[in-house]
């Protein structure tokens, strides 16, 4: 499985929208990329995932480049609650049984 | 429904000393997986079962043995602690498709 490379940390007024880039040069063409968050010490939470195409849902967009190199979740209107470690993998999809991930983007939400 | 479910929720060890880490699943799921997660890092998958009866080693799998039963259950044993095994474990069980994996709300070990 491609690694990602993310920023450690990142600030983002509350109310406004969160971009949360990844880097995955080296992804392969059957690789799926995912977005996970872990808020304090809980068990990380799925948040979306996608191949090629942005993909949206009730909590998130992704967005992933024309090729695929990298990609960016969007928040869009960021809340306290949203404070927590964002993580990006890749990973062949529904015959992939490992989830590598990383060390991922500590997003803090700023009142 | 209670998801994905790891007890006990906090343990101290002495070096040397052997637990089972226990966690279950009420959610019919084939797979299930063990991770590691030690301060300031990313978790890191220690074994995986794929299905009642299989297991298959991941990422550190030294120094620790799991036990599939069931296909509810996946045990974590640690037959002689080592310090170095201080961390916070999740199990974890993916959905249809494998794409969405549920996680336990995590074991808390240290060992002294």
């Known amino acids: 499985d491609a690694k990602t490379t993310q920023p450690p940390s990142m600030d983002c007024a509350e109310g406004r929208a969160a971009n949360l880039p990844c880097n995955h040069s080296t992804i392969s063409g059957n690789e799926y990329v995912y977005w996970y968050r872990q808020i304090h010490s809980q068990g990380p939470q799925y948040i979306i995932h996608?191949?090629?195409n942005n993909e949206t849902n009730e909590m998130a967009s992704l967005i992933i480049t024309e090729d695929r190199k990298s990609s960016t979740l969007i928040l869009p209107h960021a809340t306290l609650r949203d404070t927590a470690v964002y993580y990006c993998?890749?990973?062949?999809?529904?015959?992939?049984?490992?989830?590598?991930f990383g060390t991922g983007t500590s997003l803090t939400v700023i009142p | 429904n209670a998801g994905v479910t790891q007890t006990p929720k906090f343990q101290v060890l002495k070096t040397g000393q052997s637990m089972t880490l226990q966690c279950a699943q009420d959610m019919n799921h084939n797979s299930m997986y063990w991770y590691r997660q030690d301060p300031g890092m990313g978790l890191r998958l220690i074994y995986y079962s794929a299905s009642e009866g299989t297991t298959d080693k991941g990422e550190v799998p030294n120094g620790y043995n799991v036990s599939r039963l069931n296909k509810r259950e996946f045990s974590l044993r640690l037959e002689s602690a080592a310090p170095s095994q201080t961390s916070v474990y999740f199990c974890a069980s993916p959905g249809q498709g494998y794409n969405e994996q549920f996680f336990g709300p995590g074991t808390r070990l240290t060992v002294l």
């Open positions: 996608g191949l090629k």
């Open positions: 993998i890749v990973r062949v999809g529904a015959t992939g049984n490992q989830f590598y």
